[in-house]
């Protein structure tokens, strides 16, 4: 079955970096794009961008194109997500989901970022 | 980017009511809305996608219409287990935007 297994939770200090990772299983990796969601404390979810698996070409939303790197190892079947200068408000719950139809989801990666 | 939004923000039903969700788009997304339950803990599960389409699985009480700009999630014979956060999303064009969501809580 369709399987997306994220990374477990980080707690980082504000300027540094967090990598998260959603290895798949159970379907061809390259067939199907990768998005990632966040969701922080208490609000909706909100779109990060996502990743051409085929070509590996991403796509961000304006609110994240600078300090977020979206990557992918097809060799494993991962997708990864790179947040740099972490600052306190990108403490929240980070998701991957599969293709425009969103019809599979990772459990979540918990991000805290704290001094 | 097109804006989405929900109407009402939240919702009291009584077991066996019908409750509808109404979802606005800023402009025409054609078919592309899905609809999302989403408990705590738990990442959102998708119920209806491309407006009306039914995901594997999920109970036919949930009913999504619509097209172009104004889209409706109803719920019928609604249940305990209902109770949650719904949310809409338009998939017709990046950044793929959700709306603020709508908190249902059974009394």
């Known amino acids: 079955q369709v399987q997306l297994v994220q990374s477990g939770s980080e707690l980082k200090r504000p300027g540094a970096s967090v990598k998260v990772s959603c290895r798949t299983s159970?379907?061809?990796?390259?067939?199907?794009?990768m998005n990632w969601v966040r969701q922080a404390p208490g609000q909706g979810p909100e779109w990060v961008g996502w990743?051409?698996?085929?070509?590996?070409?991403?796509t961000y939303g304006q609110a994240f194109r600078g300090r977020v790197v979206l990557s992918m190892d097809a060799s494993i079947n991962t997708a990864y997500l790179e947040i740099n200068s972490l600052k306190a408000e990108d403490t929240a719950m980070y998701y991957c989901a599969r293709d425009v139809s969103f019809d599979k989801w990772g459990q979540g990666t918990l991000v805290t970022v704290s001094s | 980017d097109i804006q989405t939004t929900q109407s009402p923000s939240s919702l009291s039903p009584s077991v066996g009511d019908r409750i509808t969700i109404t979802c606005r788009t800023s402009?025409?997304?054609?078919?592309?809305l899905n609809w999302y339950q989403q408990k705590p803990g738990s990442p959102p599960k998708v119920l209806i996608f491309r407006a009306s389409t039914l995901e594997t699985g999920v109970s036919s009480r949930f009913v999504g219409g619509g097209s172009g700009t104004v889209f409706t999630l109803t719920i019928t014979n609604v249940q305990p287990e209902d109770s949650a956060t719904y949310y809409c999303?338009?998939?017709?064009?990046?950044?793929?935007?959700f709306g603020p969501g709508t908190k249902v809580q059974i009394k």
């Open positions: 990743i051409n698996t085929h070509s590996g070409d991403p």
């Open positions: 999303q338009q998939t017709y064009t990046t950044p793929f935007t």
């Open positions: 402009r025409s997304v054609d078919i592309y």
């Open positions: 159970g379907y061809t990796f390259t067939s199907y794009a």
